[in-house]
């Protein structure tokens, strides 16, 4: 029994402690000026302080209405807004998209042509904070996503029940010296 106990406990934390997967529609979403203007999509998810984010990609297409420029959008995400970030350009930084008009990119946030600012990072807060953005306003809305998605990769801490199921773990082992 005790031994049963003790593989439910072990089995219980890995389960907690596993990665788990948010994906989020941004079709619709817009960006109307630089970081935190106000008038951006954003979006805020609680997954509780501890919470590793691992890894990020997307998949989407967008419009820049002019005289905005498809290299200006920026995809960002924050722990809750003023701890650490991961943001990235899904346009080319090459030129190529310096100029008003539609595309589409698919990659994962380190990955993409424009780079990347930040990295994997730990909620301090517990809320995922994320936001489009253009990072230079021009009048009206700067960009529009036609349609796609993020794919956030991350590790939650266990959760208390799951720590609790350690513990006694711990203490059957310790009994069954005695």
């Not at 979403?29 to 890894?55: E, F, K, P």
């Not at 807060?125 to 996503?145: A, K, P, R, T």
Request: negative net charge; charged residues 15%; proline residues 4%.
């Amino acid at each position: 029994m005790k031994k049963a106990l003790a593989v439910l406990a072990v089995s219980g934390l890995a389960v907690a402690a596993s990665a788990d997967v948010l994906v989020i529609n941004v079709t619709g979403w817009t960006a109307d000026g630089g970081y935190q203007s106000g008038l951006n999509s954003v979006a805020d998810y609680n997954l509780g302080v501890g919470t590793t984010i691992d890894s990020a990609s997307f998949d989407i297409s967008w419009t820049s209405p002019s005289p905005s420029w498809r290299s200006e959008l920026v995809l960002s995400l924050n722990d809750d807004l003023f701890g650490d970030f991961w943001d990235t350009f899904p346009g080319t930084q090459d030129g190529s998209l310096d100029s008003s008009g539609s595309t589409s990119a698919a990659n994962t946030w380190a990955g993409s042509d424009g780079g990347f600012i930040g990295g994997p990072f730990t909620l301090t807060s517990g809320i995922l904070h994320v936001e489009i953005y253009d990072s230079f306003n021009d009048s009206g809305v700067d960009q529009v996503i036609d349609g796609g998605i993020f794919t956030i990769n991350y590790t939650p801490v266990p959760a208390p029940g799951a720590m609790a199921l350690l513990g006694l773990a711990g203490f059957a082992a310790r009994r069954r010296r005695a």
